[in-house]
Nanobody, 115 residues
Framework: QVQLVESGGGLVQAGGSLRLSCAAS????????LGWYRQAPGKQRDFVAQ???????RVADSVKGRFTISRDSAKNTVYLQMNSLRPEDTAVYYC?????????WGQGTQVTVSS
């Protein structure tokens, strides 16, 4: 089994920064994709960013230039550096790992941006 634990969420003022972390444990394949998604109240869960085990990244247009995804494969940890935060970034942020044709999700961490 695989477990994901997110941390780093919180309350921040608009224009501020937060750094989210997600640590994966259990049986982790060397070939995987780690990603971040977010879900605002009453809305669907949306893609934010992802990074492959080879270091290739993809970022949603809505956060491009403000959010950066990175990983420490030795620690099976993925990070999301969020700068210039806006109230519309308020959501629960979820970490996901895709490996061996399966997806595993974390429990989510709340990010609230006040105006």
């Amino acid at each position: 089994q695989v477990q994901l634990v997110e941390s780093g969420g919180g309350l921040v003022q608009a224009g501020g920064s937060l750094r989210l972390s997600c640590a994966a444990s259990g049986i982790i394949s060397s070939d995987n994709v780690l990603g971040w998604y977010r879900q605002a109240p009453g809305k669907q869960r949306d893609f934010v960013a992802q990074i492959t085990s080879g270091g290739l990244t993809r970022v949603a247009d809505s956060v491009k230039g403000r959010f950066t995804i990175s990983r420490d494969s030795a620690k099976n940890t993925v990070y999301l550096q969020m700068n210039s935060l806006r109230p519309e970034d308020t959501a629960v942020y979820y970490c996901k790992i895709t490996q061996l044709w399966r997806d595993y999700w974390g429990q989510g961490t709340q990010v609230t941006v006040s105006s």
